[in-house]
């Protein structure tokens, strides 16, 4: 991270990470990190603008997790890794751009081996599709997952589990929102299985809750008809 930064072998960088996190990202940083010591998150992973020696800021990947913690909870051993992540940025805000312009969400969403899942790219969508920030799944879907209705859960894992052997997603269901309530929502995607044997879906997903309420209309008009 020294080297990366520009600074001298002899500066405590690593030490002052927080210090160096620009102003706009230091909150989501500090906020994904803390869920990771405190045990809510199972690795911690984030992108952020870091100030170097120059006073220019460069956009930094970090990620990692703890080893080891002591009897009192308290992380004593952490391992992790620093990746510049400038040209990943670039990409992630063209993706941005385009995805502006498109109702509902795009989205990469990946499954690993080990049960974990997490969304690598959402585009802002999410916040009305999920009320959920783009930086809240990027680490952990767990919160995604809680939005969706109870009756419908169990059917969407299902599909999820099935798609990863090669097989499209394309799923009807419904959301409960903070503060908006129900919503129905309908998505696709296609699963990538990578080098690691964890699967990638690459998907998108928009709010069908009007088409489906008339519908649902239409439905109970004709049966009161007969």
């Known amino acids: 991270l020294t080297t990366?930064?520009?600074?001298?072998?002899?500066?405590?960088?690593?030490?002052?990470?927080?210090?160096?996190i620009h102003p706009d990202d230091r909150k989501n940083a500090l906020n994904a990190l803390t869920l990771h010591l405190r045990g809510e998150s199972d690795f911690f992973e984030s992108t952020h603008r870091l100030r170097c020696r120059n006073g220019h800021y460069k956009w930094m990947q970090?990620?990692?997790?703890?080893?080891?913690?002591n009897?009192?909870?308290?992380?004593?051993?952490?391992?992790?890794?620093?990746?510049?992540?400038?040209?990943?940025q670039l990409q992630q805000q063209q993706r941005d751009l385009l995805a502006a312009n498109v109702p509902g969400m795009l989205y990469q969403f990946q499954s690993n081996t080990d049960g974990h899942s997490f969304f690598p790219y959402t585009s802002?969508?999410?916040?009305?599709?999920?009320?959920?920030?783009?930086?809240?799944?990027?680490?952990?879907?767990?919160q995604v997952?809680?939005?969706?209705?109870?009756?419908d859960l169990e059917h969407v894992r299902h599909s999820i589990q099935a798609s990863a052997n090669s097989v499209a997603i394309c799923n009807e269901y419904r959301v409960n929102l903070p503060g908006r309530g129900e919503r129905w929502l309908s998505g696709s995607a296609r699963p990538?299985?990578?080098?690691?044997?964890?699967?990638?879906?690459?998907g998108y997903i928009h709010n069908i809750?009007?088409?489906?309420?008339?519908?649902?209309?239409?439905?109970?008009?004709?049966?009161a008809l007969k």
């Open 71 to 88: 009897s009192r909870g308290k992380a004593v051993r952490f391992i992790g890794t620093f990746a510049d992540a400038t040209e990943q």
């Open 124 to 142: 802002n969508g999410i916040q009305d599709i999920y009320a959920v920030t783009p930086e809240q799944a990027l680490t952990d879907a767990t």
């Open 192 to 202: 990538q299985r990578l080098d690691t044997g964890d699967t990638l879906w690459h």
């Open 209 to 223: 809750t009007d088409a489906k309420q008339q519908a649902i209309q239409l439905l109970e008009t004709g049966r």
């Open 62 to 69: 970090l990620g990692g997790r703890i080893i080891e913690r």
């Open 4 to 20: 990366l930064l520009g600074y001298e072998c002899s500066q405590p960088v690593l030490s002052q990470w927080k210090k160096l």
């Open 145 to 151: 997952f809680q939005r969706i209705h109870s009756d």
